[in-house]
T-cell receptor
Framework: GQNIDQPTEMTATEGAIVQINCTYQ??????LFWYQQHAGEAPTFLSY??LDGLEEKGRFSSFLSRSKGYSYLLLKELQMKDSASYLC??????????WGAGTKLIIKP | DVKVTQSSRYLVKRTGEKVFLECVQD?????MFWYRQDPGLGLRLIYF???????EKGDIPEGYSVSREKKERFSLILESASTNQTSMYLC?????????????FGPGTRLTVT
């Protein structure tokens, strides 16, 4: 079966750095997405990785290792507004997204 | 900006009622999707459509049907609502299924079936 694993909840301090991990087992691989979802709102796109390595976008970076079935989202200089759920999704061989259950990130002052 | 809108933010329906959820996107996207989101679970695909009048079943199509008569509009129909269909329903659209093209989501409809 297809499976995406990510921690249920993480807590971090404002101004710090946090790394949210995602491991996957899917039928094929055609890219990995990270989305942010604030409570009661729609998911919004953060990043896309299809090749191994690090993609940097301002305070957010995403890393992919296809051989290990592993990705992480790195958030730097955390702000209170970063409190949200972070969803990992893998595009499988049928070009459909398989979603993790999301990681709820709590930022404390 | 891509905009995906959904007809209602909150709906309360009774068991056995027919329920229509509508989704409209304004960016001429080919692909549209319906998901449900439940606590502790990832988004689960109900149906998707890659063109007008075309539809494909997702992972959990049972109890649902869809309609896409116009490119910008994708409707989800619950023929006879049941309590286990109480959920958050999210519509999304994308320009392409492959490549860097992400899915854009609507605000969601929280459906309660009593």
């Amino acid at each position: 079966g297809q499976n995406i694993d990510q921690p249920t909840e993480m807590t971090a301090t404002e101004g710090a750095i946090v790394q949210i991990n995602c491991t996957y087992q899917t039928s094929g691989f055609n890219g990995l997405f990270w989305y942010q979802q604030h409570a009661g709102e729609a998911p919004t796109f953060l990043s896309y990785n299809v090749l191994d390595g690090l993609e940097e976008k301002g305070r957010f970076s995403s890393f992919l290792s296809r051989s290990k079935g592993y990705s992480y989202l790195l958030l730097k200089e955390l702000q209170m507004k970063d409190s949200a759920s972070y969803l990992c999704a893998v595009r499988d061989s049928n070009y459909q997204l398989i979603w993790g259950a999301g990681t709820k990130l709590i930022i404390k002052p | 900006d891509v905009k995906v809108t959904q007809s209602s933010r909150y709906l309360v329906k009774r068991t056995g009622e027919k329920v229509f959820l509508e989704c409209v996107q304004d960016m001429d996207h080919e692909n549209m999707f319906w998901y449900r989101q439940d606590p502790g679970l990832g988004l689960r695909l109900i149906y998707f459509s890659y063109d007008v009048k075309m539809k494909e079943k997702g992972d959990i199509p049972e109890g649902y049907s869809v309609s896409r008569e116009k490119k910008e509009r994708f409707s989800l129909i619950l023929e006879s609502a049941s309590t286990n269909q109480t959920s958050m329903y999210l519509c999304a659209s994308s320009l392409e299924l492959a490549g860097v093209y992400e899915q854009y989501f609507g605000p969601g409809t929280r459906l309660t079936v009593t």
